[in-house]
């Protein structure tokens, strides 16, 4: 499936979520971290950064008020960049996100209230 198509997917998904709380799990090497954000908008974001590797160049930015479920900090600047710029995998449904990079794999869900 081209990357155009699975963009178009993600999209309609953020946008059936768009107003509702949701869970993002974010597992790298050994850590495991949760945010929970009332997802208020989402944006498809390219980005010109150093040519260092780390920071991605295309988001999917979700923007809402949210907080990491282990200490409760907020999140800065209202907002959560998931990267789609080294995306192997992704898969979409109602039910969730699934989105593997090279570095990280993400999970959304729907926590509907």
Same mark, same amino acid.
């Given at each position: 499936?081209?990357? /155009?198509?699975?963009?178009?997917? %993600? ?7 768009? $107003? ?5 799990? +974010? ?5 495991? #971290? @949760?945010?929970?954000?009332?997802? +208020?908008?989402? @944006? ?7 040519? #260092?590797?780390?920071?991605?160049? /295309?988001?999917? @930015? ?8 282990? $200490?409760? /900090?907020?999140? =800065?600047?209202? /907002?959560?960049?998931? =990267? ?6 992704? %898969?979409? #449904? ?10 990280? %794999? ?8």
């Amino acid at each position: 499936m081209c990357a /155009a198509h699975k963009h178009n997917e %993600l999209e309609r998904i953020l946008d059936q979520w768009v $107003g509702h709380r949701i869970l993002i799990t +974010k597992e790298e090497k050994d850590d495991i #971290d @949760q945010t929970v954000i009332d997802l +208020k908008a989402y @944006q498809h974001k390219v980005y010109e950064h150093s040519v #260092d590797g780390y920071l991605p160049k /295309a988001v999917y @930015q979700l923007v809402g008020d949210g907080r990491t479920v282990d $200490g409760g /900090a907020p999140l =800065p600047y209202d /907002a959560f960049d998931i =990267p789609v710029d080294d995306a192997r995998e992704l %898969l979409c #449904d109602p039910e969730g996100v699934f989105l593997r990079t090279d570095r990280a %794999l993400y999970t959304l869900t729907p926590l509907y209230h």
